[in-house]
């Protein structure tokens, strides 16, 4: 006979609960909010281009532009908080097949190489923003480095959320995800 498998309770890591992790959870919650707007606002921004071409014929210029900008926004927000909640893809099935004493050097090394990422996508869009601010578009009229700046903003945010992984995993503590 075998031994029972352990339940989800039993492997679960205490909650991480640091000032740091607190001020992370706001943080990704914020963003989920400010992304919950930009969805909304996209959505009133779209519905005004159909009503303004199809029922006034006057289809307004500036929707389309404005639309696009906020998918850049939301989708930035978006990933931010997905790696806070661990939502990424992290290839958590291969790293639970893993013996206990490797599986936390894999999960800190996967939350570092998402900081990678998340580091070198903000730098690379602080040099397109930096490079494009000073270039108008021509349907907002904003700077359209404003389109290179959600990379700079998503990509210091999954730096810092993946911070947060590392730490509480060498604490071995778990973080909770801001929404719940």
Not at 41 to 63: A, E, H, K, M
Not at 141 to 155: E, M, T, W
Request: charged fraction near 15%; charge should be negative.
């Amino acid at each position: 006979m075998s031994a029972p498998l352990p339940s989800d309770a039993e492997n679960r890591r205490p909650r991480a609960n640091l000032l740091f992790n607190r001020v992370c959870a706001r943080i990704s919650k914020f963003c989920l909010v400010m992304a919950i707007i930009g969805l909304i606002s996209l959505i009133l921004s779209v519905q005004t281009q159909v009503v303004g071409r199809y029922v006034f014929n006057d289809t307004p210029t500036w929707t389309e532009a404005l639309a696009l900008q906020l998918v850049l926004y939301i989708t930035a927000l978006g990933v931010a908080v997905g790696v806070r909640d661990a939502g990424h893809i992290g290839l958590e099935s291969l790293v639970s097949l893993l013996p206990e004493w490797m599986r936390l050097k894999v999960e800190v090394l996967i939350h570092l190489l998402v900081a990678v990422f998340g580091a070198v996508m903000g730098w690379s869009g602080w040099m397109w923003t930096r490079l494009k601010w000073d270039e108008l578009d021509p349907m907002l009229g904003l700077p359209a480095g404003l389109d290179y700046l959600a990379l700079v903003i998503a990509g210091a945010l999954i730096v810092l959320f993946s911070f947060e992984h590392i730490l509480a995993l060498l604490r071995d503590e778990e973080v909770i995800p801001a929404w719940h």
